[in-house]
T-cell receptor
Framework: EDQVTQSPEALRLQEGESSSLNCSYTVSGLRGLFWYRQDPGKGPEFLFTLYSAGEEKEKERLKATLTKKESFLHITAPKPEDSATYLCAVQAPQAGTALIFGKGTTLSVSS | NAGVTQTPKFQVLKTGQSMTLQCAQDMNHEYMSWYRQDPGMGLRLIHYSVGAGITDQGEVPNGYNVSRSTTEDFPLRLLSAAPSQTSVYFC???????????FGDGTRLSIL
């Protein structure tokens, strides 16, 4: 069965305290692993797409990496404005471009 | 650049009422999807479309209908609202397989 599992469910960091979020996935034929950021009351905002093991993408304080079984979202020296829920998803093999989502990691960064 | 627009933003219904959630995109995307987001459940696929005139069921389709008469619009219909359909509904579109989906800001629906 295709599925995505994220951990931890919640993460509290002090400003400047680096950490990583985990996304484990099982899918028949990966056509893309996607990271999104979701702020309260808003829709998911696209961050990165990773297509093959070994690939890395970076944007400001965020860096996403991919292996054959999991992806990590590394957050370096986070700021309070990085507080959000981070969602990981894989493209469903038999549903167009629809996504199978994990339940997300809620990140809180305090100053 | 509007992207994906959902209306209404909020709605309260009584059990048994019907309504249509609207979704429009201005990016000329062929692929569109509807999800619901519930606490502790994450985002789950309701219905999706791979082009005008073509729709199919996702993980949780019961109680919902869709149609795709144009590339731009993908409305979601609740046939007879039930309290279990209280949720936040998101519409998304993408340009093709392997490309990211772009989401609207959602419709928050409460059914009493």
């Amino acid at each position: 069965e295709d599925q995505v599992t994220q951990s931890p469910e919640a993460l509290r960091l002090q400003e400047g305290e680096s950490s990583s979020l985990n996304c484990s996935y099982t899918v028949s034929g990966l056509r893309g692993l996607f990271w999104y950021r979701q702020d309260p009351g808003k829709g998911p905002e696209f961050l990165f797409t990773l297509y093959s093991a070994g690939e890395e993408k970076e944007k400001e304080r965020l860096k996403a990496t991919l292996t054959k079984k999991e992806s990590f979202l590394h957050i370096t020296a986070p700021k309070p404005e990085d507080s959000a829920t981070y969602l990981c998803a894989v493209q469903a093999p038999q549903a167009g471009t629809a996504l199978i989502f994990g339940k997300g990691t809620t990140l809180s960064v305090s100053s | 650049n509007a992207g994906v627009t959902q209306t209404p933003k909020f709605q309260v219904l009584k059990t048994g009422q019907s309504m249509t959630l609207q979704c429009a995109q201005d990016m000329n995307h062929e692929y569109m999807s509807w999800y619901r987001q519930d606490p502790g459940m994450g985002l789950r696929l309701i219905h999706y479309s791979v082009g005008a005139g073509i729709t199919d069921q996702g993980e949780v389709p019961n109680g919902y209908n869709v149609s795709r008469s144009t590339t731009e619009d993908f409305p979601l219909r609740l046939l007879s609202a039930a309290p279990s359909q209280t949720s936040v509904y998101f519409c998304a579109s993408s340009g093709g397989r392997g490309q990211p989906q772009h989401f609207g800001d959602g419709t928050r629906l409460s059914i009493l």
